[in-house]
């Protein structure tokens, strides 16, 4: 017969050693709640919200949790109306067994702030269950000269339910030998008796058939049946008799399957069959038959299968010895569990916040509870994490902790933490539990992205084809996600006469600077401008750097020759006396180069001549000048073609062509030689030239009265429509003057210069020189010459 039936899952207490936080309400206790078992899923239980005198709102803002001890969730929290349910069908034999009451015990936690109470739900029961016999038909051999009231105890029926909803009764079905008691062991359970009132006969009836019926206290009451055989035997007067009437043993809960118990021993004084004694555990429960089993012969008790201190504390059975001639007696067996340290604790976590964000101390990181099923110092634990961490541990109400962070943490120096937390028990040996948590840490954005270097120089080619790749800026953010992600943007200039979104444009993605158009260095040798880089977080942090783009000359400027001007209707003849010596200055071309540097340098080189050898062109200054004394069978008209070159790579080049008349006197009049007459016809016509050339003064001189008329009029038109025309007095700057830097002009070359606006560009416009006291025999018609050039062209003059 077992006293120590014990529920499968076992409520555990574990004695812990903390400090209770100083949170109000720590340690208050709810309830207690009752339900009856069956009860269907989302039944009312009560009304937490009011038992914790807490709101709807409050309720939801402190974020109130139902947390079950075990696997299990047998009730739920109906945040809408705060109604504690049933959350599934609670079985009171399943969670409790034979144990009364059945209790359920579970937490209430709020987490804004931390507060925890204790509950409990109890388990009513129901008449689900009727009572069953473990054999269907049990069989009796009675001896005949059974003396009257003798009492032959028969196997109990097992109920289910507890109370007066478990087996209460027994009845025999009618028979005019036997009646049937109702007895009650030392823990409550009946069982059946049969009591002989009239004596046997062998002869007369050697076998009884009854039915044995057992009924529960429910109403209405359930029964279970069970058939009786007797069989009627000769006389067996001794029945067997045990040594000791109770054996107390105790073993520990390691103890080995198979290692043995206690021998139990009887004694039968009577002989042969009658005197033979067999050994069987009398109507153990299902649990006894599958940990204890009893060696019919010898009496030996062995363990079937491991004993567990944290499930059951203690044995009971009774062992019941029985003769060959079906006398039988009984003794009791009181067995008793020792503990042994052979369960580590056991971690539960109950909240984890992942991920926290950074720059946040104090802030709670998980709560979780510790449990060890064993008793005294095994199931007392210490719980601890590594020394290097910026967290702690804080105990909080009963085996409940909480992980707290202890300064302020950095995502840029550490983003994650793995944090082992270690429950160590006080037992011999000690066991302890490891349970491995990992905690992320949010990025906050408070970092500004940072450029690779604080300034930037490149050198961008001039004549660049359009969107071309000039470089990069680089920034980085030490922050995480969209706070880490960089986009850049060209700032606004500081120079408002910069046209910077003509000019570059970045992609906002990876910083590359583009050139929109082609850069001109003599228009443009060099900008700066701001990059901004910007994160994407809110608020945005911001940073900027300084580019500069310097535009790197080509040779794509050919010399341009100012004089002798290139355009007019007729060439300009440079008129030269044949008393002049060698080294006579002629003329001098006069050229400037767009480029800068090497690629400006011009050189002058004489390429032909009519006369080889008459004249020379200074290679630095462009004069040319005569390399001889004239002689009387020189030509009177020469032809010099001077080319005009830089130092450029490749070089550029240009030419001029230079007509020069050699006359006796500056009074003798120009006539143009015809180059196909004779030299003959010309010496016999010298009246004809001489009519001829006073006619030609003539014209010219009424043309330049005309053409002077004609600017005047042109001069006023563009003053009435906005643009202006001056002329500057006074000789040709100097410093306009100069070419290559190697000689100056004549003092006696003057040019009016015609500035024309009203566009974006200037013109120059040369016009004819001005030789005082001499009368040039150019023709009479002005010679313009227009170029545009945009004033930041670096000539020089």
Same mark, same amino acid.
């Given at each position: 017969?077992?006293?120590?039936?014990?529920?499968?899952?076992?409520?555990?207490?574990?004695?812990?050693?903390?400090?209770?936080?100083?949170?109000?309400?720590?340690?208050?206790?709810?309830?207690?709640?009752?339900?009856?078992?069956?009860?269907?899923?989302?039944?009312?239980?009560?009304?937490?919200?009011?038992?914790?005198?807490?709101?709807?709102?409050?309720?939801?803002?402190?974020?109130?949790?139902?947390?079950?001890?075990?696997?299990?969730?047998?009730?739920?929290?109906?945040?809408?109306?705060?109604?504690?349910?049933?959350?599934?069908?609670?079985?009171?034999?399943?969670?409790?067994?034979?144990?009364?009451?059945?209790?359920?015990?579970?937490?209430?936690?709020?987490?804004?702030?931390?507060?925890?109470?204790?509950?409990?739900?109890?388990?009513?029961?129901?008449?689900?269950?009727?009572?069953?016999?473990?054999?269907?038909?049990?069989?009796?051999? @009675? $001896? *005949?000269?059974? %003396?009257? #009231?003798?009492?032959?105890?028969?196997?109990? =029926?097992? !109920? /289910? +339910?507890?109370?007066? &909803?478990?087996?209460?009764?027994?009845?025999?079905?009618?028979?005019?030998?036997?009646?049937?008691?109702?007895?009650?062991?030392?823990?409550?359970?009946?069982?059946?008796?049969?009591?002989?009132?009239?004596?046997?006969?062998?002869?007369?009836?050697?076998?009884?058939?009854?039915?044995?019926?057992?009924?529960?206290?429910?109403?209405?009451?359930?029964?279970?049946?069970?058939?009786?055989?007797?069989?009627?035997?000769?006389?067996?007067?001794?029945?067997?008799?045990?040594?000791?009437?109770?054996?107390?043993?105790? @073993? $520990? *809960?390691?103890? %080995?399957? #198979?290692?043995?118990?206690?021998?139990?021993? =009887?004694? !039968? /004084? +009577?002989?042969?069959? &009658?005197?033979?004694?067999?050994?069987?555990?009398?109507?153990?429960?299902?649990?006894?038959?599958?940990?204890?089993?009893?060696?019919?012969?010898?009496?030996?008790?062995?363990?079937?299968?491991?004993?567990?201190?944290?499930?059951?504390?203690?044995?009971?059975?009774?062992?019941?010895?029985?003769?060959?001639?079906?006398?039988?007696?009984?003794?009791?067996?009181?067995?008793?569990?020792?503990?042994?340290?052979?369960?580590?604790?056991?971690?539960?976590?109950?909240?984890?916040?992942?991920?926290?964000?950074?720059?946040? $101390? *104090?802030?709670?990181?998980?709560?979780?509870?510790?449990?060890?099923?064993?008793?005294?110092?095994?199931?007392?634990?210490?719980?601890?994490?590594?020394?290097?961490?910026?967290?702690?541990?804080?105990?909080?109400?009963?085996?409940?902790?909480?992980?707290?962070?202890?300064?302020?943490?950095?995502?840029?120096?550490?983003?994650?933490?793995?944090?082992?937390?270690?429950?160590?028990?006080?037992?011999?040996?000690?066991?302890?539990?490891?349970?491995?948590?990992?905690?992320?840490?949010?990025?906050?954005?408070?970092?500004?992205?940072?450029?690779?270097?604080?300034?930037?120089?490149?050198?961008?080619?001039?004549?660049?084809?359009?969107?071309?790749?000039?470089?990069?800026?680089?920034?980085?953010?030490?922050?995480?996600?969209?706070?880490?992600?960089?986009?850049?943007?060209?700032?606004?200039?500081?120079?408002?006469?910069?046209?910077?979104?003509?000019?570059?444009?970045?992609?906002?993605?990876?910083?590359?600077?583009?050139?929109?158009?082609?850069?001109?260095?003599?228009?443009?040798?060099?900008?700066?401008?701001?990059?901004?880089?910007?994160?994407?977080?809110?608020?945005?942090?911001?940073?900027?750097?300084?580019?500069?783009?310097?535009?790197?000359?080509?040779?794509?400027?050919?010399?341009?020759?100012?004089?002798?001007?290139?355009?007019?209707?007729?060439?300009?003849?440079?008129?030269?006396?044949?008393?002049?010596?060698?080294?006579?200055?002629?003329?001098?071309?006069?050229?400037?180069?767009?480029?800068?540097?090497?690629?400006?340098?011009?050189?002058?080189?004489?390429?032909?001549?009519?006369?080889?050898?008459?004249?020379?062109?200074?290679?630095?200054?462009?004069?040319?000048?005569?390399?001889?004394?004239?002689?009387?069978?020189?030509?009177?008209?020469?032809?010099?073609?001077?080319?005009?070159?830089?130092?450029?790579?490749?070089?550029?080049?240009?030419?001029?062509?230079?007509?020069?008349?050699?006359?006796?006197?500056?009074?003798?009049?120009?006539?143009?030689?015809?180059?196909?007459?004779?030299?003959?016809?010309?010496?016999?016509?010298?009246?004809?030239?001489?009519?001829?050339?006073?006619?030609?003064?003539?014209?010219?001189?009424?043309?330049?009265?005309?053409?002077?008329?004609?600017?005047?009029?042109?001069?006023?038109?563009?003053?009435?429509?906005?643009?202006?025309?001056?002329?500057?007095?006074?000789?040709?700057?100097?410093?306009?003057?100069?070419?290559?830097?190697?000689?100056?002009?004549?003092?006696?070359?003057?040019?009016?210069?015609?500035?024309?606006?009203?566009?974006?560009?200037?013109?120059?416009?040369?016009?004819?020189?001005?030789?005082?006291?001499?009368?040039?025999?150019?023709?009479?018609?002005?010679?313009?010459?227009?170029?545009?050039?945009?004033?930041?062209?670096?000539?020089?003059?």
């Amino acid at each position: 017969m077992e006293i120590g039936w014990m529920r499968n899952q076992k409520q555990r207490q574990v004695l812990v050693f903390f400090v209770l936080l100083s949170v109000p309400g720590v340690g208050a206790e709810l309830g207690p709640y009752s339900v009856v078992e069956e009860t269907e899923r989302g039944s009312f239980v009560a009304n937490l919200g009011k038992d914790l005198g807490l709101g709807l709102t409050e309720m939801s803002t402190r974020g109130v949790r139902i947390i079950s001890q075990g696997n299990k969730e047998h009730l739920q929290l109906a945040g809408q109306t705060g109604d504690l349910l049933i959350n599934e069908k609670l079985d009171r034999e399943e969670l409790c067994g034979p144990t009364e009451p059945c209790v359920l015990y579970f937490q209430v936690l709020m987490e804004k702030p931390l507060e925890i109470f204790q509950a409990e739900l109890r388990v009513r029961d129901v008449n689900d269950n009727s009572p069953v016999f473990t054999e269907k038909e049990m069989l009796l051999k @009675i $001896p *005949e000269n059974s %003396p009257l #009231g003798n009492a032959f105890p028969l196997n109990n =029926a097992v !109920d /289910l +339910d507890v109370g007066s &909803n478990n087996v209460q009764t027994y009845k025999i079905s009618p028979n005019s030998h036997f009646r049937v008691l109702t007895q009650e062991l030392r823990d409550g359970r009946k069982y059946p008796e049969l009591v002989l009132d009239k004596e046997l006969d062998r002869e007369e009836e050697p076998e009884l058939r009854l039915i044995l019926t057992a009924l529960d206290g429910g109403s209405p009451p359930r029964a279970g049946t069970a058939k009786v055989r007797i069989e009627i035997v000769d006389t067996n007067d001794n029945a067997p008799e045990f040594e000791q009437p109770v054996y107390k043993v105790q @073993i $520990p *809960e390691d103890r %080995p399957i #198979g290692s043995l118990v206690v021998t139990v021993v =009887a004694r !039968d /004084l +009577d002989s042969g069959v &009658n005197g033979k004694i067999s050994y069987t555990l009398f109507q153990p429960s299902d649990d006894m038959s599958k940990t204890l089993e009893v060696n019919p012969r010898t009496g030996e008790i062995r363990l079937r299968k491991q004993v567990d201190y944290e499930t059951v504390l203690s044995y009971e059975v009774d062992i019941k010895a029985t003769d060959g001639g079906g006398l039988s007696g009984k003794c009791t067996l009181l067995l008793q569990v020792v503990d042994v340290n052979d369960n580590p604790p056991e971690v539960t976590m109950s909240a984890l916040t992942s991920p926290i964000p950074e720059n946040s $101390p *104090e802030t709670v990181v998980a709560v979780f509870s510790v449990s060890d099923p064993d008793s005294g110092n095994n199931g007392k634990t210490i719980s601890s994490i590594q020394e290097d961490l910026p967290f702690r541990l804080q105990p909080s109400v009963k085996n409940f902790y909480t992980l707290v962070t202890a300064r302020a943490l950095d995502r840029e120096a550490r983003a994650e933490y793995n944090i082992t937390i270690t429950v160590t028990d006080l037992g011999t040996p000690r066991l302890k539990t490891q349970l491995n948590i990992t905690v992320q840490v949010s990025d906050v954005n408070d970092n500004a992205p940072a450029f690779s270097q604080p300034s930037y120089t490149l050198f961008v080619p001039e004549n660049n084809s359009p969107a071309l790749h000039i470089g990069s800026v680089s920034a980085t953010d030490r922050d995480s996600g969209a706070n880490a992600q960089v986009t850049y943007s060209l700032l606004p200039p500081r120079d408002p006469h910069l046209p910077l979104a003509s000019l570059v444009s970045i992609n906002a993605d990876n910083g590359q600077l583009f050139a929109l158009r082609s850069l001109d260095f003599e228009a443009l040798r060099a900008f700066e401008f701001r990059v901004g880089a910007a994160d994407r977080g809110s608020p945005a942090l911001r940073s900027e750097a300084l580019v500069r783009v310097a535009v790197l000359d080509d040779n794509d400027n050919p010399p341009f020759v100012l004089y002798p001007p290139q355009n007019g209707s007729a060439p300009c003849t440079e008129l030269l006396p044949r008393a002049a010596e060698a080294g006579y200055l002629v003329s001098k071309v006069v050229a400037v180069d767009g480029d800068s540097g090497q690629n400006a340098w011009l050189s002058f080189q004489l390429l032909k001549a009519t006369e080889p050898g008459l004249f020379s062109v200074w290679p630095h200054n462009g004069e040319v000048r005569t390399a001889r004394p004239l002689g009387e069978r020189d030509a009177a008209r020469h032809r010099l073609v001077v080319l005009v070159r830089d130092s450029g790579e490749p070089a550029l080049s240009a030419s001029v062509t230079l007509h020069v008349l050699l006359v006796d006197g500056f009074s003798q009049p120009y006539l143009p030689p015809p180059e196909a007459a004779p030299a003959q016809a010309q010496a016999d016509s010298l009246t004809v030239y001489l009519v001829v050339a006073l006619a030609a003064v003539s014209s010219l001189f009424l043309f330049s009265v005309l053409l002077f008329v004609a600017v005047r009029l042109c001069r006023r038109d563009r003053a009435a429509s906005g643009g202006r025309c001056s002329v500057p007095e006074g000789r040709f700057p100097g410093h306009l003057v100069d070419v290559s830097g190697a000689g100056t002009l004549s003092q006696s070359y003057q040019y009016e210069v015609c500035l024309m606006d009203g566009s974006g560009t200037s013109e120059f416009k040369f016009l004819k020189p001005i030789i005082p006291n001499l009368s040039p025999q150019c023709p009479a018609k002005e010679i313009e010459e227009n170029s545009n050039f945009h004033n930041s062209f670096g000539f020089n003059y």
